[in-house]
């Protein structure tokens, strides 16, 4: 794989993994309307470890100290709204649900489900529904006020995301909004919640990639290059998207999977017929 496409595709993941865009849908687009090999699982590896790196770098404190309250000690961090004892327990528990579609819907995920018109549908109900999501009154401004029901409603949204297209952060944002959370604090449970996921995708993908005979000699300088670039990047996505959500809607993130989806069903039907 040559470098540039290596730092592209990296950069690409970088922003959709954490951006509620669908990283699915660019990966799987991007390489196709460039003319690109899809290199598939061979490079999977390294973009999941450089997303895995960035939530494990920016969050490491908060999980030091949502463990340590989960775990019964004292230990006041960052977010006073992450001293509850019970947040890690939440995190437990709304990981079950994507773990069983993992397992069970796979060979869809990876198959059949993987094309353009499943990806720019759900691009676009999500979208919409993450429209109505942004409306509800934010009732709960802090992690300290979720409730087990709370973990439950956004851990079965992100079972929903093995689907191409429904893109984790933006399911589990859009649950956690129907919940009542404010929008920071409903990215921080979104982004926490997330390496779980990102950490068992990427050992999926290395131990698939080992059984196939480990990294394939033309990627071996592609792949430090994608976890560097995909790292860097995804840090840069998650401190800003925070930020954002502090004083913004999520309305430019629907317009945007609206109109994306819009244009990649069209460009289904235009391949389709030949063209």
């Known amino acids: 794989m040559p470098l540039y496409q290596a730092i592209l595709l990296a950069v690409v993941q970088g922003l959709t993994e954490f951006l509620p865009i669908s ?7 991007v390489p196709r309307l460039l003319g690109w090999t899809d290199r598939g699982l061979d490079f999977d590896v390294a973009l999941h470890a450089g997303t895995l790196a960035a939530v494990l770098i920016y969050f490491f404190r908060d ?5 340590a309250n989960g775990l019964g000690f004292s230990y006041r961090g960052v977010h006073p709204d992450e001293n509850s004892r019970s947040l890690l327990w939440f995190l437990v528990v709304a990981t079950i649900p994507v773990g069983i579609a993992g397992k069970t819907l796979k060979e869809y995920a990876e198959g059949p489900w993987r094309n353009l ?5 759900s691009l676009i109900l999500v979208g919409l529904v993450m429209g109505v999501a942004d409306r509800v009154r934010q009732r709960k ?8 029901l709370d973990a439950i409603f956004v851990g079965i949204g992100q079972a ?11 399911i589990t944002i859009t ?3 129907f919940r009542e959370l404010d929008r920071e604090a409903a990215a921080r449970f979104s982004f926490l919640l997330s390496t779980p996921a990102i950490a068992a995708a ?3 993908d290395y131990f698939e990639m080992r059984k196939n005979g480990g990294i394939p000699a033309d990627m071996r300088a592609a792949y430090p290059v994608g976890i560097l670039v995909s790292a860097v990047v995804g840090l840069l996505v998650i401190a800003f998207l925070l930020r954002y959500l502090r004083h913004n809607s999520l309305s430019i ?9 819009i244009i990649l069903i069209a460009l289904a039907f235009f391949l389709r017929n030949g063209g």
Not at 141 to 148: K, V
């Open 160 to 170: 929903f995301a093995i689907i191409p297209g429904i893109s984790r952060s933006g």
């Open 63 to 67: 999980w030091v100290q949502v463990i």
């Open 23 to 29: 990283s699915t849908a660019h990966l799987a687009v």
């Open 175 to 177: 649950a956690a909004r």
């Open 117 to 121: 018109f499943v990806i720019g549908a």
């Open 202 to 204: 990427a050992a999926s």
């Open 141 to 148: 401004t802090g992690l300290d006020q979720m409730t087990w």
């Open 253 to 261: 993130f629907v317009w945007y999977r609206v109109i994306f989806g």
